[in-house]
């Protein structure tokens, strides 16, 4: 199959019936559900840009003699060009959705292009388990799948391993291997889009403590697998939200669902690592997927810094605040950030190295700092955002008022010196639903947290860095005097 339009993925979605939990109600077709339908058209809309004649070039790639083309998040990167190549096509889908969408199908399409270039990693335990991972990932790139992954256990009691905690399934772990595969049990936090993506990814992070060998697993399955379900948070649009009052609420709304396997059967060619601690530990590293999905989260990251600057600069024009010193010196202050974003993706390509598996990868140290520095950025910038705007930020009528018989006052008293009211008032709801509601709160708790524990990412880098050459200048520094 080509790559998919935005309506095959949802014909992907209807024959694919999952069990999914929300509000106390079971949904089975969640692309006919009024929740999920603008989540489902969301990434519908993704699907649409890389087949449409102005992005499908840019989007898609061919291997030399291959039938069909693909989407360029699963290309193999072999050279500078391929890298560029694969940024700009996650830059089409990043600004479509102005990077609200964190978990846009590209993000595990390129974990699994990773993976398969480090499939010999996999292969340490067998070379079946290599080969089930290389079969995957054509098996995905085939059919132009959207993955979710679940990588975090559930937090019952953090100062305890998996396997010290009373129930021995309170986090996802094997009841039985069979000779068809491995019965697991239990939980996995969390998935976004796990109810409305194709493919569900379940894989190890850093921590394992010995002991936890059941629960080191790495495996992929449809999510429509019978005894898999999704019970899902409260949702922040029943799905009827107004786009005009709710410009992002009402379009990029992600759902997050805690994934409970109740005996699910994983059969063996989709098991890709399980019962190894040490190869559990050592798999974000050594299958570079920081590399490859530092790449993809910096682009993405970018286009949404990019819309907050902008937000920011429009509504202090609107009511002409950006005539002040310290006004110019936050939106200075938040500019900057774009630039040093950029910078980094741009270092990562130039630093680019090869991999064991014959692809090159973007550089580690610019991208993990960027994992580090980007969330804290993009909090500045929500801060800046919501500051200048004053009251301004919590005046605003709804629609309906401004068309309302009281329209002629809101004209009057709503109007910006450089915007009519209308253009002043959504300007401002803008910079609500991107920072205040509760779609704009869970966009910046998404940045804290989708990569995993801040303050751990920061001591990993420490602890990762070659600090020698610093050192070796502290001593030439000493050395003078
Ligand atoms: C909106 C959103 C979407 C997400 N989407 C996904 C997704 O699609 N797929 C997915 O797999 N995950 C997803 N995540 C989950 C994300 O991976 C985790 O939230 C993240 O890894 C942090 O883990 P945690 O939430 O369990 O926090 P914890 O690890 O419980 O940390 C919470 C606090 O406790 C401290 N702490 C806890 N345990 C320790 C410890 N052992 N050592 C030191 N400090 C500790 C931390 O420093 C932190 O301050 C998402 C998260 C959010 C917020």
Same mark, same amino acid.
């Given at each position: ?13 209807? &024959? ?6 929300i509000?106390?109600?079971?949904v ?5 559900? =009024? ?10 809309m ?11 070039e840019a ?23 391929? +890298? ?21 199908? #590209? ?53 305890? $391993? ?11 772990g ?7 595969? +491995? ?6 936090? +969390? ?8 493919e569900?990814?379940?894989y ?5 403590r ?11 399955? =449809? ?8 019970? &899902?948070?409260? =949702?922040? #649009? ?5 786009a005009?009052?709710? =410009? ?18 994983i ?8 019962? #190894? ?7 974000f590293?050594?299958?570079? *997927?920081?590399?490859?999905?530092g ?9 949404? &810094?990019?819309l907050?600057?902008? *937000? ?12 002040f ?8 202050? &938040? ?17 680019a ?13 610019p ?10 950025w993009?909090e500045?910038?929500v801060?800046?955002?919501q500051t ?9 009528p ?7 018989? *009281? ?22 709801? +803008? ?26 990412v ?7 860095y070659?600090? $020698?050459?610093l ?6 520094a000493?050395?003078a005097?």
């Open positions: 199959m080509p790559v998919r339009s935005g309506a095959e993925f949802i014909d992907g979605l209807r &024959c694919a019936p999952r069990e999914v939990w509000a106390g109600r079971r089975d077709d969640v692309a006919a559900d =009024p929740v999920f339908a603008r989540p489902v058209q969301a990434v519908a993704l699907y649409d840009l890389q087949t449409s004649s102005e992005h499908r989007m898609t790639c061919r291997d030399a003699g291959g039938a069909e083309p693909y989407g360029a998040a699963f290309l193999t990167p072999r050279s500078q060009a391929d +890298l560029v190549k694969r940024r700009l096509a996650m830059k089409v889908w990043a600004e479509a959705s102005f990077g609200m969408l964190g978990r846009s199908p #590209d993000f595990l399409n390129t974990t699994l292009m990773a993976w398969n270039d480090s499939a010999e990693f996999f292969g340490q335990r067998g070379a079946r388990f290599a080969d089930n991972v290389r079969n995957y990932y054509k098996y995905c790139r085939e059919r132009d799948l959207f993955a979710t992954h679940a990588i975090v256990n559930p937090q019952t009691d953090r100062s305890k $391993a998996s396997h010290q905690h009373g129930d021995p399934f309170a986090h996802l094997v009841v039985e291997k069979t000779k068809d595969g +491995l019965i697991v049990r239990g939980a996995k936090m +969390l998935a976004t889009h796990g109810p409305t993506a194709d569900l990814l379940v190890p992070q850093p921590g394992i010995d002991g936890d060998e059941r629960h080191v697993l790495a495996f992929g399955i =449809p999510c429509a697998t019978k005894g898999l379900r999704f019970i &899902c948070r409260e =949702p922040f #649009d029943d799905g009827t939200q107004s005009w009052d709710h =410009p992002l609420g009402a379009r990029f709304e992600e759902p997050d669902a805690v994934c409970v396997f109740d005996d699910v059967l059969p063996w060619d989709r098991v890709f690592l399980y019962g #190894d601690v040490k190869m559990g530990n050592a798999l590293a050594q299958a570079s *997927i920081r590399n490859f999905t790449h993809q989260t910096a682009v993405r990251g970018l286009a949404k &810094c990019q907050i600057a902008g *937000i920011a600069v429009a509504l202090t024009r609107a009511v002409k605040s950006d005539t010193l310290h006004v110019q010196e936050q939106l200075g202050e &938040c500019l900057g950030y774009l630039q040093l974003i950029e910078a980094a993706i741009m270092l990562g390509e130039q630093k190295e090869p991999t064991a598996g014959g692809a090159i990868r973007p550089a580690y140290a991208l993990q700092a960027l994992r580090y520095h980007l969330p804290k993009y500045r910038m801060q800046v955002t200048l705007a004053g009251g301004g930020l919590l005046v605003s709804t629609e309906a008022d401004l068309r309302s018989e *009281i329209g002629p006052d809101i004209a009057r008293y709503y109007k910006g010196a450089n915007a009519g009211a209308e253009e002043r008032i959504r300007t401002f709801k +803008l910079a609500w639903d991107a920072t205040g509601t509760q779609f704009g709160q869970r966009m910046l708790h998404y940045e804290r947290y989708y990569a995993g524990d801040p303050v751990r920061g001591a990993s880098y420490y602890n990762d070659d600090v $020698a050459p050192l070796a200048m502290v001593k030439r000493l050395a005097g």
